[in-house]
């Protein structure tokens, strides 16, 4: 009697700790279904290599998704993202290359530029209260024009190693992007967990006027999340010039907007604000690239790529919403 | 004119455990065969604690949730209520708790909102504000149906819904507590409403936690206590104690303890100050261990006095004293650095982040006092939230239970917990006590008196009479934004000379 | 609230007029007559995507599939036409893959309770995806004359897609205005708690909307092939911000419940208006982005911020 | 009171871009080049206006555009740059073309985004007897009376003579990947089905192809995850330059050096990285002389010099191979 009764509870308490994990790792369950498939089923997948491939492609949106994931969790959108990062790539590549100024230099006016950025539209969000998904369109457009402006549509290519060496030293089998893209994570990981901004900045994310009352600093958390979005979308240029090793303007662009955000949202951020963990956001991002891997690997035609890629992310995020709905 | 035309018999609801499958073989229910029935033309009053399942009850009238058992019996026939829609149909009119109106279309649209009147397939607006400003009327209410509801204030809005409720002509009310947020005129307007309705033989079921009310205007009092009918009572044969009894199980002490003594010291001074450019300036003073009512009616201005104290809001001119130093841009930061505290009227809007835990809401206030070094450690943290639940005595599963999930007394009680888990010096209260149940209540009432022993000064906003009167050292009463009268203990407070205060 | 949008539009039509006075005043044959048609007839294809999208933004959602659904329902349209298939069937063929879309979307967001930004933007890339399957990732032109005439030709001196568009926002309009529907559509945006307990069932209302958008989409996309003679599998790319910008700029507001289909065609206007100045201008294209993302923001932190003072003092007593 | 200052302000703002817009469109032609301010102030002649997909990060675009800017000023008529903005935006092209024959340019050098969807404003162009050369791009045949000739390269040569390159670099034998444009990019859809049929009945297989959207990470990521499907690979064909340094990162990844790799356009920066040895060999088209020749051909029928309808509809700018065989000329006559 007692003891059936303790066998419910383990088994039931078994079952709640499954429950509570799918609940709050929806991204990660969702990977490693995919992942599963793409092993079973797609030639070539299976090879130490081709893992190494997918992390090194997602070590870049994953600094970007992280950067998005924040403004996400104050209910805000920055849509401004992908034209920051061909800005700040042209910005480090005219000073590096072109003008020859020391790495140090060219990154540290990169990073700048990004986050001045970022506090621009931090302020008309805040202050004017303009929607930041107004906002940060326009800001969109007027730094794409700046991008090219500043030059004046051509590229920097072959630029010089003493730069690349920033992004491309091979630590064993990674290089040095990864370790920053972990570095990252963790950072931010920790800010999220444990730090009293954090904290401060899921309450804002929730109830704005609750946590404005509590004396939260809700102006300067606003503001900051769009300085560290367009800081990381500095970063992120920077880190994409070096993987490419070219630097130009249309670097980016709104398609990456958008599928990192895209990456963020399957990683489990939602759009009202409040939700997002770097966890989520990490494996969203491998998913796609996992996605796209296996889009390749199964060796698609070229314009079915958008098509089977679409519809696999739809299926993804309908996990995550019927799980959210039934958990 | 007496016979019953409702009937609820052996209304049962079971609890739900997490995947929403309803445990019928525990003895935990949240209504446990209830009976009640409602007379033509009566004003029947369902009293009880929050939890004990007034509101659940209602819903399943309502249509909004089904019974799990039982039977709802109207006019004799048998009802069933698969939706919101049926049950008004069958003349049940809901004006609920909160307010349920769209605030950013015009009271016409709403009125007619789900019934709309239609000439060959086009709305017929004209036809819909004749009607609209008819019903209006009869619920002697003047204003242009053309007008945006966000406009009007709260007690407006509630005469909007009760007209609505009319227009689809009930025969039955359900009012859950529709006097939360109204000033006393307004209540007045209201009770005369009700009456009026009474007389057309239209029957009331009124929810209320206020017993001055139900002596009003009540025919019959049911009260429930933890879903069961725990009695039955004519308001002829009214008694106090044996009502309190029927719903806490016990009698109370006396409600309104007093043991703490105003000190000298002045801890917040304001002088002329303008809460808006058209009102008057206003000066008000609350000194060490001081509870200080401010009573008025809901619109007079007093959140809007607290906010401007607290910081949450501009105002045009005047000074803002606190212990002894002028306070320059009051911001809420500086105010919680300062050992200002304030207790929203409204919880849910901007007294607590209702999807975080219980332990996130208490500490988010003082949160860099607490942690200097801006990193959070767990077993200070969970330490700081352990003793708060202790002390106000918050039911909950665990301090990591969302509040969203707790019930308005604790809800309530999470709120004080997060504004003196850190001693304040100066504490505004607004509406401490809205809608949540006598225990509850009493337990603040002893909390504010300990606290005001402690020295803390208290400023408390209240539209409850007996509140105001039981807990205060010293009554403002405000009029249109300004102070209208001083009352000192020593002067005696009386409901009379306060509401004189309300209506200068 | 009903004031305040009066002087939103009020504000709207203002700059609109100045910003034409003074582009006017630099720029030669800005004021001929068939520049102005030209503007309202570039702007069409917007502005018809633009009553749908109004309508969703209004019940708190925002539509980002309009882009793959102009270049989707164009295609299937165009594909059938090739073949020969009568022009009628081919539109209504196209309109009502628009109008699948849509519905898609709705059932997305109202029954799986999916983000409305992120449903719509996945379901986008899946139906530009799709065009680009169907076409093999080319384009195909040269349609019937009576096709082309839809988007080209011109009647009584101004152009048929000018009085196309003008069809969709009178009746758009009509809609919110004079019918249940629209009034519920409202008052879903104002308070979802409401209208469910009025027993109305929301769902089934936001699944309409998005189809609506759908079919709004799907007529842009067909409208525009027939203008450019040529369905692009990816000729909808442009107007998927463009839209929601024209909404906003029209002062819809994207907390839901308020915003008027006339003043989201303002909105249009407004773009198209500063697109075509800054081209008669021979403004470099470099420096056109600048300015365009400038006015976006400017417009809109005017109207917000007239907005705000309004509410505030209608709160204060 | 309030409201009223707001809406003056709205309208200040208004009338502050449209001057700033303004005097945007004078001083960017100075940014251009200074010569052209005195000129353009000057009114110098007829307006000649170029509309073509973008100048970003598109060195092929940008040459000609400079050519046709230089001409044009050379001869004293004042130049007009109008792109779309980026690689597909069909639709805008073609408003700006309307927008072009609303203010009555003289004449219209163009290079359509796509064969189809400028015919329609083209004939309004004709209605509005504004002569229009193309460069480039032609448009879909049997509408030849649109315009008075088409000047380029016909990319699908130029792919098939890219294949034939590759063909004989691997002895007709082995294994190449294709990196596209972007989808639905008539020019880049046309270098790559010509350069399939120039490696037709060669030995040479496809072992993969993806679009790499003229983008340098795009095309970096595709690279990297086909030699994860078949690292067997030969030669790799490019639809552009553009993408070039992409496609060379991916394959030092993926530690490949003997990889030949051709593209198309012929820029520079191609020369460089064939001289470096990173690029096998490149299709260089002439940009300059489309430039010039349309220019000469338009200014020669705006003066009636030349009879529109004796110019030929098709003058070939001619295409040429570069590889380290003729880096000498290369350099010359790169852009």
Redesign the interface.
């Given at each position: 009697m007692s003891v059936s009764t303790k066998t419910i509870n383990r088994t039931s308490s078994v079952n709640?700790f499954f429950r509570r994990f799918v609940k709050n790792n929806g991204a990660i369950v969702i990977f490693v279904i995919i992942f599963g498939f793409a092993l079973l089923f797609v030639?070539?997948?299976a090879?130490a290599?081709?893992m190494l491939?997918i992390i090194?492609?997602s070590a870049v949106p994953v600094i970007a998704c992280i950067g998005m994931t924040m403004v996400l969790m104050t209910g805000g959108?920055d849509?401004s993202f992908g034209y920051n990062i061909g800005f700040t790539s042209i910005v480090a590549g005219l000073l590096i290359k072109t003008m020859g100024a020391p790495v140090w230099l060219g990154i540290l006016a990169a990073l700048t530029a990004g986050a001045a950025i970022g506090l621009g539209n931090g302020i008309?969000v805040d202050k004017?209260?303009?929607?930041a998904?107004?906002?940060t369109?326009?800001?969109?457009?007027?730094?794409?024009?700046?991008a090219?402006?500043v030059?004046k549509?051509?590229?920097i290519?072959?630029l010089p190693k003493n730069f690349l060496a920033v992004g491309q030293t091979p630590v064993g089998v990674f290089n040095t992007t990864i370790l920053i893209a972990i570095a990252v994570a963790v950072i931010f990981y920790i800010i999220l967990q444990?730090?009293?901004?954090g904290?401060?900045l899921?309450?804002f994310g929730?109830?704005k006027?609750?946590?404005?009352?509590?004396?939260?600093?809700t102006s300067k958390i606003h503001i900051s999340v769009y300085v560290i979005s367009g800081f990381m979308a500095a970063m992120t240029g920077i880190l994409?010039t070096i993987?490419?090793?070219?630097a130009?303007?249309?670097?980016?662009?709104?398609d990456y907007t958008?599928q990192i955000?895209?990456a963020a949202?399957i990683g489990g951020a939602?759009?009202?604000g409040?939700k997002g963990t770097i966890v989520g956001s990490v494996f969203g991002v491998l998913i796609i690239k996992v996605i796209?891997?296996c889009i390749?690997?199964?060796?698609v035609q070229?314009?079915?790529?958008?098509?089977?890629?679409?519809?696999v992310?739809?299926f993804a995020?309908?996990f995550?919403?019927?799980k959210?709905?039934k958990l | 004119m007496n016979e019953t035309i409702l009937k609820m018999q052996g209304i049962t609801k079971f609890i739900f455990d997490s995947e929403g499958i309803a445990l019928k073989n525990t003895n935990v229910k949240i209504l446990e065969n209830i009976n009640f029935d409602l007379r033509r033309g009566e004003v029947h009053v369902l009293v009880g604690e929050n939890g004990a399942g007034k509101s659940t009850l209602m819903k399943i009238l309502g249509g909004i949730i089904p019974p799990d058992e039982g039977e709802i019996i109207i006019d004799g026939a048998p009802a069933v209520f698969k939706s919101a829609k049926e049950s008004k149909a069958a003349g049940i009119g809901f004006i609920h708790q909160e307010l349920n109106l769209c605030q950013n279309i015009d009271i016409a649209h709403n009125m007619f909102l789900g019934n709309e009147i239609v000439k060959n397939g086009v709305l017929n607006m004209k036809e819909m504000y004749k009607r609209s400003r008819e019903l209006l009327m009869s619920v002697g209410f003047d204003v242009n149906p053309k007008t945006i509801v966000r406009n009007l204030s709260t007690a407006q809005q509630q005469l909007i819904e009760i007209a609505k409720a009319i227009s689809c002509n009930s025969s039955i009310f359900i009012m859950d507590e529709p006097t939360a947020s109204l000033s006393q005129n307004e209540i007045n307007i209201l009770f005369k409403l009700i009456k009026e309705m009474k007389s057309k033989g239209i029957s009331i079921i009124y929810i209320s936690h206020r017993f001055e009310e139900l002596l009003q205007i009540g025919d019959r009092i049911t009260v429930l206590r933890d879903g069961k009918n725990s009695g039955n009572m004519n308001v002829s044969e009214f008694n106090y104690d044996e009502l309190v009894n029927m719903m806490v199980g016990r009698t109370l002490g006396k409600m309104h303890v007093c043991t703490h003594v105003p000190q000298e010291t002045e801890i917040l001074r304001v002088e002329n100050l303008k809460i808006s450019k058209r009102t008057l300036p206003l000066s008000i003073t609350v000194k060490k261990g001081e509870i200080v009512g401010l009573g008025g009616l809901v619109g007079s201005g007093r959140t809007e006095l607290a906010q401007s104290i607290y910081g949450a809001r501009q105002f045009p001119s005047g000074d803002i004293f606190y212990m002894g130093s002028k306070i320059r841009k009051p911001s809420p930061r500086s105010s919680v650095q300062k050992g200002i505290a304030y207790l929203s009227e409204d919880r849910k809007l901007d007294g607590l982040v209702m999807e975080m835990d219980i332990c996130k809401n208490v500490t988010l206030t003082y949160l860099d006092r607490f942690f200097k070094k801006k990193i959070i450690f767990k077993s200070r943290e969970t330490g700081i939230a352990q003793k708060q639940i202790d002390d106000l005595h918050i039911m909950c599963r665990s301090m990591y239970q969302l509040v969203n999930t707790l019930s308005g007394g604790n809800q309530q009680k999470v709120v004080l917990a997060k504004w003196i888990s850190e001693m304040p010096v100066l504490l505004i209260l607004d509406e401490p006590t809205r809608g949540i149940d006598i225990n509850a209540k009493a337990e603040i009432y002893r909390l504010m008196d300990k606290l005001a022993s402690q020295g803390v000064a208290i400023l408390m906003i209240s539209s409850e009479m007996p509140e105001l009167i039981g807990m205060s050292d010293r009554i403002y009463v405000m009029c249109a934004g300004s102070i209208s009268d001083e009352i000192n203990k020593s002067e005696g407070f009386t409901q009379e000379r306060i509401l004189q205060g309300t209506l200068k | 609230m009903e004031f305040i949008i009066k002087k939103k539009s009020i504000l709207l039509v203002g700059i609109a007029a100045i910003a034409l006075l003074i582009a006017g005043s630099f720029i030669p044959y800005f004021y001929s007559a068939n520049n102005l048609l030209n503007i309202i007839r570039q702007s069409s294809v917007v502005a018809i995507c633009a009553v749908g999208v109004t309508m969703v933004i209004i019940v708190l959602g925002i539509d980002l599939s309009v882009g793959g659904i102009i270049s989707f329902s164009a295609m299937v349209c165009g594909t059938l036409m090739k073949s020969g298939t009568n022009i009628f069937i081919c539109i209504l063929a196209g309109a009502a893959v628009g109008l699948a879309f849509g519905l898609f979307n709705g059932v997305m967001v109202a029954k799986l309770g999916v983000p409305p930004f992120i449903t719509t933007l996945v379901v986008g890339q899946v139906a530009a995806g799709l065009a680009l399957v169907l076409s093999n990732g080319g384009s195909i032109g040269g349609f019937p004359e009576s096709y082309v005439f839809l988007g080209n030709g011109s009647f009584l001196g101004m152009p048929v897609s000018n009085y196309i568009m003008f069809v969709f926002v009178a009746l758009g309009s009509l809609f919110m205005a004079k019918t249940k529907m629209g009034n519920r559509i409202y008052a879903l945006g104002g308070n979802e708690m409401v209208v469910k307990q009025e027993g109305i069932n929301t769902k089934k209302i936001k699944i309409i909307v998005y189809g609506i958008s759908g079919l709004c989409a799907a007529c842009g996309g067909i409208l525009l092939s027939a203008q450019l003679d040529t369905v692009h599998p990816i000729q909808g790319e442009p107007y998927l911000l463009d839209t929601n910008a024209a909404c906003v700029i029209g002062g819809v507001s994207l907390m839901g419940g308020e915003g008027k289909i006339y003043l989201a065609f303002v909105g249009a206007m407004v773009i198209g208006l500063v697109r075509n100045a800054l081209n008669m201008l021979g403004m470099h294209p470099f420096y056109q982005n600048v300015i365009i993302g400038a006015i976006i923001i400017i417009v809109v932190a005017v109207s917000v911020w007239n907005k705000n003072k309004n509410i505030k003092e209608s709160k204060t007593f | 009171m309030k409201r009223s200052g707001l809406k003056v302000l709205a309208l200040v703002t208004v009338m502050m871009l449209l001057s700033v817009v303004s005097f945007g469109c004078t001083s960017n032609t100075a940014a251009t080049t200074a010569a052209a301010t005195t000129k353009s102030t000057a009114g110098g002649g007829k307006t000649i206006a170029f509309s073509l997909k973008t100048i970003t990060n598109d060195d092929f675009q940008k040459a000609i555009a400079d050519s046709i800017q230089s001409a044009v000023e050379a001869s004293g008529n004042t130049f007009e740059l109008v792109t779309a903005g980026d690689q597909t935006n069909v639709a805008n092209q073609v408003k700006q073309l309307e927008d072009l024959i609303a203010k009555k340019v003289d004449a219209i050098i163009l290079s359509p985004m796509d064969a189809n969807a400028v015919i329609p404003v083209l004939k309004k162009a004709k209605e509005a007897k504004i002569p229009v050369i193309l460069v480039d791009q032609t448009i879909e045949a049997g509408n030849e009376d649109l315009y008075v000739t088409y000047i380029g390269t016909d990319n699908f040569n130029a792919g098939k003579e890219a294949g034939t390159k590759v063909a004989e670099w691997l002895s007709n034998a082995g294994n190449v990947m294709i990196v596209r444009g972007a989808n639905g990019s008539s020019a880049g859809d046309q270098r790559v089905d010509g350069f399939k049929a120039g490696i037709e009945g060669t030995g040479i297989k496809i072992i993969g192809e993806q679009a790499g959207d003229w983008k340098n990470d795009k095309a970096m990521q595709v690279t990297e995850n086909m030699l994860q499907s078949n690292s067997d690979v030969q030669a790799i064909f490019t639809a552009s330059e553009v993408m070039v340094d992409g496609i060379l990162q991916a394959l030092a990844g993926a530690g490949k050096t003997d990889v030949k790799i051709m593209a198309v356009d012929g820029s520079k920066k191609a020369v460089d990285l064939i001289e470096a040895g990173d690029l096998t060999g490149t299709m260089a088209q002439f940009p300059q002389i489309m430039g010039k020749t349309a220019v000469d051909t338009i200014l020669g029928v705006l003066d009636g010099s030349i009879d529109a309808s004796k110019v030929d509809k098709y003058i070939d700018s001619g295409t040429s191979a570069y590889s380290k065989d003729n880096l000498a000329d290369a350099k010359k006559t790169a852009f």
């Amino acid at each position: 009697m007692s003891v059936s009764t303790k066998t419910i509870n383990r088994t039931s308490s078994v079952n709640q700790f499954f429950r509570r994990f799918v609940k709050n790792n929806g991204a990660i369950v969702i990977f490693v279904i995919i992942f599963g498939f793409a092993l079973l089923f797609v030639k070539n997948f299976a090879s130490a290599q081709n893992m190494l491939i997918i992390i090194k492609q997602s070590a870049v949106p994953v600094i970007a998704c992280i950067g998005m994931t924040m403004v996400l969790m104050t209910g805000g959108i920055d849509l401004s993202f992908g034209y920051n990062i061909g800005f700040t790539s042209i910005v480090a590549g005219l000073l590096i290359k072109t003008m020859g100024a020391p790495v140090w230099l060219g990154i540290l006016a990169a990073l700048t530029a990004g986050a001045a950025i970022g506090l621009g539209n931090g302020i008309l969000v805040d202050k004017v209260n303009v929607p930041a998904f107004i906002t940060t369109l326009g800001t969109g457009y007027i730094v794409l024009g700046a991008a090219q402006i500043v030059s004046k549509g051509n590229t920097i290519n072959k630029l010089p190693k003493n730069f690349l060496a920033v992004g491309q030293t091979p630590v064993g089998v990674f290089n040095t992007t990864i370790l920053i893209a972990i570095a990252v994570a963790v950072i931010f990981y920790i800010i999220l967990q444990r730090s009293t901004y954090g904290r401060a900045l899921s309450a804002f994310g929730y109830n704005k006027r609750a946590s404005f009352v509590s004396g939260v600093a809700t102006s300067k958390i606003h503001i900051s999340v769009y300085v560290i979005s367009g800081f990381m979308a500095a970063m992120t240029g920077i880190l994409l010039t070096i993987r490419v090793n070219c630097a130009q303007p249309d670097l980016g662009g709104g398609d990456y907007t958008f599928q990192i955000i895209t990456a963020a949202i399957i990683g489990g951020a939602s759009l009202f604000g409040g939700k997002g963990t770097i966890v989520g956001s990490v494996f969203g991002v491998l998913i796609i690239k996992v996605i796209e891997n296996c889009i390749n690997l199964a060796g698609v035609q070229y314009f079915l790529f958008q098509a089977v890629l679409g519809i696999v992310i739809l299926f993804a995020i309908v996990f995550e919403s019927i799980k959210n709905k039934k958990l | 004119m007496n016979e019953t035309i409702l009937k609820m018999q052996g209304i049962t609801k079971f609890i739900f455990d997490s995947e929403g499958i309803a445990l019928k073989n525990t003895n935990v229910k949240i209504l446990e065969n209830i009976n009640f029935d409602l007379r033509r033309g009566e004003v029947h009053v369902l009293v009880g604690e929050n939890g004990a399942g007034k509101s659940t009850l209602m819903k399943i009238l309502g249509g909004i949730i089904p019974p799990d058992e039982g039977e709802i019996i109207i006019d004799g026939a048998p009802a069933v209520f698969k939706s919101a829609k049926e049950s008004k149909a069958a003349g049940i009119g809901f004006i609920h708790q909160e307010l349920n109106l769209c605030q950013n279309i015009d009271i016409a649209h709403n009125m007619f909102l789900g019934n709309e009147i239609v000439k060959n397939g086009v709305l017929n607006m004209k036809e819909m504000y004749k009607r609209s400003r008819e019903l209006l009327m009869s619920v002697g209410f003047d204003v242009n149906p053309k007008t945006i509801v966000r406009n009007l204030s709260t007690a407006q809005q509630q005469l909007i819904e009760i007209a609505k409720a009319i227009s689809c002509n009930s025969s039955i009310f359900i009012m859950d507590e529709p006097t939360a947020s109204l000033s006393q005129n307004e209540i007045n307007i209201l009770f005369k409403l009700i009456k009026e309705m009474k007389s057309k033989g239209i029957s009331i079921i009124y929810i209320s936690h206020r017993f001055e009310e139900l002596l009003q205007i009540g025919d019959r009092i049911t009260v429930l206590r933890d879903g069961k009918n725990s009695g039955n009572m004519n308001v002829s044969e009214f008694n106090y104690d044996e009502l309190v009894n029927m719903m806490v199980g016990r009698t109370l002490g006396k409600m309104h303890v007093c043991t703490h003594v105003p000190q000298e010291t002045e801890i917040l001074r304001v002088e002329n100050l303008k809460i808006s450019k058209r009102t008057l300036p206003l000066s008000i003073t609350v000194k060490k261990g001081e509870i200080v009512g401010l009573g008025g009616l809901v619109g007079s201005g007093r959140t809007e006095l607290a906010q401007s104290i607290y910081g949450a809001r501009q105002f045009p001119s005047g000074d803002i004293f606190y212990m002894g130093s002028k306070i320059r841009k009051p911001s809420p930061r500086s105010s919680v650095q300062k050992g200002i505290a304030y207790l929203s009227e409204d919880r849910k809007l901007d007294g607590l982040v209702m999807e975080m835990d219980i332990c996130k809401n208490v500490t988010l206030t003082y949160l860099d006092r607490f942690f200097k070094k801006k990193i959070i450690f767990k077993s200070r943290e969970t330490g700081i939230a352990q003793k708060q639940i202790d002390d106000l005595h918050i039911m909950c599963r665990s301090m990591y239970q969302l509040v969203n999930t707790l019930s308005g007394g604790n809800q309530q009680k999470v709120v004080l917990a997060k504004w003196i888990s850190e001693m304040p010096v100066l504490l505004i209260l607004d509406e401490p006590t809205r809608g949540i149940d006598i225990n509850a209540k009493a337990e603040i009432y002893r909390l504010m008196d300990k606290l005001a022993s402690q020295g803390v000064a208290i400023l408390m906003i209240s539209s409850e009479m007996p509140e105001l009167i039981g807990m205060s050292d010293r009554i403002y009463v405000m009029c249109a934004g300004s102070i209208s009268d001083e009352i000192n203990k020593s002067e005696g407070f009386t409901q009379e000379r306060i509401l004189q205060g309300t209506l200068k | 609230m009903e004031f305040i949008i009066k002087k939103k539009s009020i504000l709207l039509v203002g700059i609109a007029a100045i910003a034409l006075l003074i582009a006017g005043s630099f720029i030669p044959y800005f004021y001929s007559a068939n520049n102005l048609l030209n503007i309202i007839r570039q702007s069409s294809v917007v502005a018809i995507c633009a009553v749908g999208v109004t309508m969703v933004i209004i019940v708190l959602g925002i539509d980002l599939s309009v882009g793959g659904i102009i270049s989707f329902s164009a295609m299937v349209c165009g594909t059938l036409m090739k073949s020969g298939t009568n022009i009628f069937i081919c539109i209504l063929a196209g309109a009502a893959v628009g109008l699948a879309f849509g519905l898609f979307n709705g059932v997305m967001v109202a029954k799986l309770g999916v983000p409305p930004f992120i449903t719509t933007l996945v379901v986008g890339q899946v139906a530009a995806g799709l065009a680009l399957v169907l076409s093999n990732g080319g384009s195909i032109g040269g349609f019937p004359e009576s096709y082309v005439f839809l988007g080209n030709g011109s009647f009584l001196g101004m152009p048929v897609s000018n009085y196309i568009m003008f069809v969709f926002v009178a009746l758009g309009s009509l809609f919110m205005a004079k019918t249940k529907m629209g009034n519920r559509i409202y008052a879903l945006g104002g308070n979802e708690m409401v209208v469910k307990q009025e027993g109305i069932n929301t769902k089934k209302i936001k699944i309409i909307v998005y189809g609506i958008s759908g079919l709004c989409a799907a007529c842009g996309g067909i409208l525009l092939s027939a203008q450019l003679d040529t369905v692009h599998p990816i000729q909808g790319e442009p107007y998927l911000l463009d839209t929601n910008a024209a909404c906003v700029i029209g002062g819809v507001s994207l907390m839901g419940g308020e915003g008027k289909i006339y003043l989201a065609f303002v909105g249009a206007m407004v773009i198209g208006l500063v697109r075509n100045a800054l081209n008669m201008l021979g403004m470099h294209p470099f420096y056109q982005n600048v300015i365009i993302g400038a006015i976006i923001i400017i417009v809109v932190a005017v109207s917000v911020w007239n907005k705000n003072k309004n509410i505030k003092e209608s709160k204060t007593f | 009171m309030k409201r009223s200052g707001l809406k003056v302000l709205a309208l200040v703002t208004v009338m502050m871009l449209l001057s700033v817009v303004s005097f945007g469109c004078t001083s960017n032609t100075a940014a251009t080049t200074a010569a052209a301010t005195t000129k353009s102030t000057a009114g110098g002649g007829k307006t000649i206006a170029f509309s073509l997909k973008t100048i970003t990060n598109d060195d092929f675009q940008k040459a000609i555009a400079d050519s046709i800017q230089s001409a044009v000023e050379a001869s004293g008529n004042t130049f007009e740059l109008v792109t779309a903005g980026d690689q597909t935006n069909v639709a805008n092209q073609v408003k700006q073309l309307e927008d072009l024959i609303a203010k009555k340019v003289d004449a219209i050098i163009l290079s359509p985004m796509d064969a189809n969807a400028v015919i329609p404003v083209l004939k309004k162009a004709k209605e509005a007897k504004i002569p229009v050369i193309l460069v480039d791009q032609t448009i879909e045949a049997g509408n030849e009376d649109l315009y008075v000739t088409y000047i380029g390269t016909d990319n699908f040569n130029a792919g098939k003579e890219a294949g034939t390159k590759v063909a004989e670099w691997l002895s007709n034998a082995g294994n190449v990947m294709i990196v596209r444009g972007a989808n639905g990019s008539s020019a880049g859809d046309q270098r790559v089905d010509g350069f399939k049929a120039g490696i037709e009945g060669t030995g040479i297989k496809i072992i993969g192809e993806q679009a790499g959207d003229w983008k340098n990470d795009k095309a970096m990521q595709v690279t990297e995850n086909m030699l994860q499907s078949n690292s067997d690979v030969q030669a790799i064909f490019t639809a552009s330059e553009v993408m070039v340094d992409g496609i060379l990162q991916a394959l030092a990844g993926a530690g490949k050096t003997d990889v030949k790799i051709m593209a198309v356009d012929g820029s520079k920066k191609a020369v460089d990285l064939i001289e470096a040895g990173d690029l096998t060999g490149t299709m260089a088209q002439f940009p300059q002389i489309m430039g010039k020749t349309a220019v000469d051909t338009i200014l020669g029928v705006l003066d009636g010099s030349i009879d529109a309808s004796k110019v030929d509809k098709y003058i070939d700018s001619g295409t040429s191979a570069y590889s380290k065989d003729n880096l000498a000329d290369a350099k010359k006559t790169a852009f």
